[in-house]
């Protein structure tokens, strides 16, 4: 059982280029989120979506955009890089807050990016 | 704004000692709070929930409490091993919401 796969694990790009981090989770989770951690700003939320073919805001989208095609996949795009967005993603997904209504994310390994 | 604040200072300690780490939450009233630990180079994974109406929940070695007069959870490890070195981060959600709000963790170095 994979639990949540993020690819790249890691990429280094040039100011100005595009690029798409994949996330995929094999258990059908339907809540699914991007956050991106920076020392000493701890995780934020950048985007995230209750369920295939929605997407929210989090804190920190601008520069951003995502896409939630499949359930089990969770699309993060970056339209023209810049150095701010170096910096350690990582997907989540959950069974959202029905039920138990305890909304435990289950967190991929992470994708470090560079941005020169 | 709503803010979740841990220590960020590391926390050492010897082994067999119980560690405790604080989180504060301001301008928020979570209905849940949760535990996980991060170690280097990996993804958070999900330890302990509690909930508002629960004053203290237990597994195994680790405990947590939700304090909601003084706004704080504490998080305990006792019997502290080596192994317990990582990163350990506070997040909560209140009932209006879908997202967690992280705190940015703190430290815990347990030495022999």
């Known amino acids: 059982n994979a639990g949540v796969t993020q690819t790249p694990k890691f990429r280094v790009l040039k100011t100005g280029q595009s690029m798409t981090l994949l996330c995929a989770q094999d258990?059908?989770?339907?809540?699914m989120y991007w956050y991106r951690q920076d020392p000493g700003m701890g995780l934020r939320l950048i985007h995230y979506?209750?369920?295939?073919?929605?997407?929210a805001k989090g804190e920190v989208p601008d520069g951003y955009n995502v896409s939630r095609l499949k359930k089990q996949n969770f699309l993060l795009g970056l339209e023209s890089a810049a150095p701010s967005q170096t910096s350690v993603y990582f997907c989540?997904?959950?069974?959202?807050?029905?039920?138990?209504?305890?909304?435990?994310?289950?967190f991929g390994a992470g994708s470090r990016l560079t941005v020169l | 704004s709503q803010k979740i604040e841990q220590n960020s200072e590391a926390l050492n300690i010897q082994e067999g000692k119980t560690a405790t780490l604080t989180c504060n939450y301001t301008?928020?009233?979570?209905?849940?709070l949760q535990w996980y630990r991060q170690d280097p180079g990996r993804g958070p994974v999900f330890l302990l929930l509690?909930?508002?109406?629960?004053k203290e929940k237990r597994k195994e070695r680790l405990k947590v409490t939700f304090d909601t007069t003084l706004k704080q959870s504490l998080f305990h490890i006792t019997a502290s091993q080596p192994a317990d070195s990582a990163t350990y981060l506070c997040?909560?959600?209140?009932?209006?919401?879908?997202?967690?709000?992280f705190g940015t963790g703190t430290r815990l170095q347990v030495f022999p």
């Open positions: 258990m059908n989770h339907e809540y």
């Open positions: 509690i909930r508002e109406n629960e």
């Open positions: 301008n928020y009233s979570p209905a849940y």
């Open positions: 979506s209750v369920g295939e073919g929605t997407t």
């Open positions: 997040a909560a959600r209140s009932y209006n919401t879908d997202k967690l709000i």
């Open positions: 989540a997904s959950s069974g959202g807050i029905q039920g138990s209504g305890a909304n435990v994310l289950t």
